[in-house]
């Protein structure tokens, strides 16, 4: 059997992405602990900081029977220049499944095309795909909705930087055909392959996507997605961003505009008084840690999946 990779959103059906949340939901219901990896093990390959990804993936494995192994690039032969090719094909005759989070998109590329274990993206510069999962579980359950013709309905807008987690919001929209607004100032749009890739699926799926620079598009907003304004990896651009970025913060200003049953989300790690007022942090901290504590739901499912 050949493996699978989850390196992109793209990597998953809408058929799959519903597996994937009705696992993540029935498991978050059951909070039984399953002993099925018994004996396997997870390598959690790390080139820059995570709480969130590392430890709910770390805990999962666990809950699942099986054994993360934390790998710190650092301490690996990697950071004295190993090949991506050899630590690869290295680590797949000890792993079962590895979750890598890099700084280049292609790197994890490339582990997954010369790995003969699963490779899952735990973060890159390009997607998050673990994450986002979460979060569409975390829409769903916030808004009480049992399924995505539903969700369909939700109006969900994402502001602040085109990076990461808004590609991978994209995605996720157009493969299940959602209702998603980016807005992101002019100086930082979302790179037009991204959008033209979005745009290849909306004829089919029917997802409504609306991109632009204007925040009055909050309008009506059923969910408001923040992130940071400097991702890692593009810290020498925080000055600028912090300038360019000052009117698309999420504060309560800026939710007037959205509706009333409206709810904030934010991947986290949030920096308050930047991409979110601190009086908007604290009001909406019960959806902002309930979407933080689906990652270890939304991570058993995935493991589920990938590491059958
Ligand atoms: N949201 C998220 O991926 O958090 P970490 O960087 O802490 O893993
Ligand atoms: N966009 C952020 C997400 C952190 C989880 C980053 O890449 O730093």
């Not at 100086?187 to 089919?204: F, G, H, N, Q, R």
């Given at each position: 059997?050949?493996k699978?990779?989850?390196?992109?959103?793209?990597?998953?059906s809408?058929?799959?992405?519903?597996t994937?949340?009705?696992?993540?939901?029935?498991?978050?219901?059951?909070?039984?602990r399953l002993?099925?990896?018994?004996g396997?093990?997870?390598?959690?390959?790390?080139?820059?900081?995570s709480?969130?990804?590392?430890?709910?993936?770390?805990v999962?494995?666990?809950?699942?029977g099986?054994?993360?192994?934390?790998?710190?690039?650092e301490?690996?032969?990697?950071?004295?220049?190993?090949s991506?090719?050899?630590?690869?094909?290295?680590?797949?005759?000890?792993l079962?499944?590895?979750?890598?989070?890099?700084f280049k998109?292609?790197?994890?590329?490339?582990f997954?095309?010369y790995?003969?274990?699963?490779?899952?993206?735990?973060?890159?510069?390009h997607?998050?795909?673990?994450?986002?999962?979460?979060?569409?579980?975390?829409?769903?359950?916030?808004?009480?909705?049992?399924?995505?013709?539903?969700?369909?309905?939700?109006?969900?807008?994402?502001i602040?930087?085109?990076?990461?987690?808004?590609?991978?919001?994209?995605?996720?929209?157009a493969v299940l055909?959602?209702?998603l607004?980016?807005?992101?100032?002019k100086?930082?749009?979302?790179?037009?392959?991204?959008?033209?890739?979005?745009?290849?699926?909306?004829?089919?799926t029917?997802?409504e996507?609306?991109?632009?620079?204007d925040?009055?598009?909050?309008?009506?907003?059923?969910?408001?997605y923040t992130?940071v304004?400097t991702s890692?990896g593009?810290?020498?651009?925080?000055?600028k961003?912090?300038?360019l970025?000052?009117?698309?913060?999420?504060n309560s200003?800026?939710l007037?505009?959205?509706?009333?049953?409206?709810v904030?989300?934010?991947c986290?790690p949030?920096i308050?008084?930047?991409?979110?007022?601190?009086d908007?942090?604290?009001?909406y901290?019960?959806s902002?840690?309930?979407?933080?504590?689906?990652r270890?739901?939304?991570?058993?499912a995935?493991?589920?999946?990938f590491?059958?």
């Open positions: 059997m050949t699978k990779d989850l390196l992109s959103i793209y990597d998953l809408a058929t799959e992405v519903k994937i949340l009705n696992k993540a939901f029935e498991l978050k219901s059951k909070k039984r002993d099925i990896f018994k396997r093990t997870l390598g959690l390959l790390l080139e820059k900081p709480t969130r990804t590392m430890v709910s993936f770390a999962a494995m666990v809950q699942l099986g054994t993360p192994i934390l790998l710190d690039v301490k690996m032969q990697r950071s004295r220049g190993e991506i090719h050899d630590t690869s094909l290295v680590l797949s005759h000890y079962d499944g590895l979750m890598v989070r890099a998109h292609t790197d994890v590329e490339e997954a095309n790995s003969t274990i699963p490779v899952i993206n735990g973060l890159t510069d997607e998050h795909p673990c994450q986002i999962l979460a979060d569409i579980m975390t829409i769903m359950e916030l808004h009480k909705v049992k399924n995505i013709e539903v969700l369909k309905k939700i109006k969900i807008v994402y602040g930087d085109s990076n990461n987690i808004s590609n991978s919001l994209l995605a996720i929209s055909g959602l209702d607004t980016i807005i992101s100032p100086e930082y749009p979302i790179k037009k392959e991204v959008l033209d890739k979005a745009l290849e699926y909306t004829s089919s029917g997802a996507i609306k991109i632009t620079s925040i009055n598009a909050a309008k009506n907003a059923d969910v408001i992130d304004w890692m593009f810290e020498a651009e925080e000055k961003r912090k300038k970025f000052a009117s698309y913060q999420v200003e800026l007037k505009k959205a509706s009333s049953k409206c904030v989300l934010h986290l949030a308050r008084g930047e991409e979110i007022a601190t908007v942090m604290d009001k901290e019960t902002i840690f309930t979407e933080a504590g689906n270890l739901h939304a991570q058993k995935i493991l589920l999946h590491l059958k």
